[in-house]
């Protein structure tokens, strides 16, 4: 196909998402299950417009799955106006961490003694699959900075942290298959794998998101420079973070993460108690320059415009990274296999793992079952997938990888997109009464 067909379906799909947009508001599917079919359209059983598969696609999946993860994590940590040390965070935390820890082992057991993987393997297999996706759940996520919603801080804040905490378990599948190296005891891989990456990952990204709010907002109120091209801040910001975090040996997923919590912090605690409905009315009376330079406004005007920019990012990166995952698909080989592990995994290790994660926590159980459901898997079990395969995965037990994760983030895109509308239309009518 020449770039003229290209041209002409990437115009009709978005040009057709846009018209739908608010109707797939109020239905039952999301806009991720037309991207996941107009993929397999284009892709090798199809059109053939578009061939990634594995191993020869690995590097530019795991490029684009990359890109489109860090920006919807640096959107997820701004949208988290909840101070630091509030005990909110203890949710997410739980959840991205000792569930994911649960989901991990659980799915490893599984992978052992049901599938036949070695150990190795099954490890990197609960790795690939545990994390949340801050890409395709927008939908349960905080709706606002303001959405101070339990499930959904809960399920966005899992969805921003577990991306990164789940590298050292991907890394410790790779090192028990011998492609990794954890060290003599495996003291390289607790050190530096797991609490060096962490660690260094954190403290990069609240570095650079703090220091980098404070630097612009100074500018604006005292200089009035730095005025305009917060599109740039937000482009500037996740590159750097991840960059430099990578260049430490941390987390970059987490530096991005962080960068985004640390921006929102630096306009909390500058903002002067300026309120939403009064930066709307300031909207109405000043223009943009006004409202970035205003000592009162310019801190919420400032992670507005850069949220609103990453959202709209946001968007064309799910587009793309689920019609290079329907293109995959298109070329994949399928077994019965693959559809009862993604009922395991679906109805018994998710619910079970947040259940372990969430013990004394104060939820009600329709809550802690929204949670326990949605568990959207996607761009970062795709990026994982890529990544494991870049770095040489045995191709056996590549194969069986990429049928299993294909296979479970399809069917999370169709199932949680068929349920996200009624089942969170009726938690908020239920929330109201």
């Not at 959107?75 to 569930?99: C, E």
């Not at 430099?244 to 912090?265: C, I, M, S």
Request: glycine content about 12%.
């Amino acid at each position: 196909m020449d770039d003229t067909a290209w041209f002409l379906v990437i115009g009709l799909l978005l040009t057709a998402m846009a018209l739908a947009g608010s109707v797939l508001k109020r239905a039952p599917l999301s806009a991720a299950m037309f991207y996941l079919g107009a993929g397999c359209a284009i892709g090798p059983a199809g059109a053939g417009m578009l061939d990634l598969r594995f191993p020869a696609g690995a590097v530019a999946v795991e490029r684009l799955a990359g890109v489109a993860v860090l920006v919807s994590l640096f959107t997820a940590g701004l949208k988290l106006r909840v101070p630091p040390g509030d005990r909110r965070w203890l949710l997410p935390l739980r959840l991205a961490v000792l569930s994911m820890t649960a989901t991990v082992t659980l799915v490893a057991l599984v992978g052992v003694y049901l599938l036949g993987l070695p150990v190795g393997a099954a490890v990197l297999l609960g790795a690939i699959i545990s994390p949340t996706d801050p890409v395709l759940a927008s939908d349960v996520q905080v709706t606002d900075a303001w959405d101070d919603d339990r499930v959904r801080f809960s399920l966005t804040g899992e969805a921003g942290m577990n991306d990164g905490t789940a590298f050292p378990f991907v890394l410790l599948g790779l090192g028990l298959l011998g492609v990794h190296d954890p060290g003599a005891g495996w003291w390289r891989w607790l050190a530096v794998d797991v609490v060096w990456g962490v660690a260094a990952g954190s403290a990069v990204g609240w570095a650079l998101g703090t220091g980098a709010g404070k630097l612009v907002l100074h500018l604006r109120r005292h200089h009035r420079e730095a005025v305009g091209l917060d599109d740039f801040l937000a482009l500037g910001l996740i590159a750097l973070s991840f960059g430099l975090a990578d260049l430490v040996h941390g987390y970059g997923f987490l530096a991005v993460f962080a960068a985004g919590v640390a921006l929102r912090r630096v306009e909390m605690r500058a903002n002067g108690g300026v309120s939403r409905e009064e930066l709307r009315e300031r909207r109405k009376e000043v223009d943009e320059e006004e409202l970035a330079t205003d000592p009162r406004t310019a801190p919420a005007h400032m992670t507005r415009q850069v949220l609103r920019f990453n959202e709209h990012i946001e968007r064309i990166g799910e587009v793309a990274v689920v019609l290079v995952l329907g293109s995959l698909l298109s070329g994949a080989t399928f077994s019965a296999t693959g559809w009862w592990f993604v009922a395991l995994l679906f109805l018994v290790i998710r619910p079970l793992a947040t259940w372990a994660g969430l013990v004394g926590a104060r939820l009600r159980g329709p809550q802690r079952a929204l949670v326990g459901w949605f568990g959207v898997r996607g761009a970062g079990s795709v990026y994982y997938l890529a990544f494991a395969l870049v770095h040489g995965v045995p191709k056996p037990l590549a194969d069986e990888l990429t049928r299993l994760t294909l296979t479970t983030v399809a069917a999370s895109i169709v199932l949680h997109g068929i349920s996200v509308t009624p089942l969170m239309n009726l938690y908020g009518r239920t929330r109201v009464r």
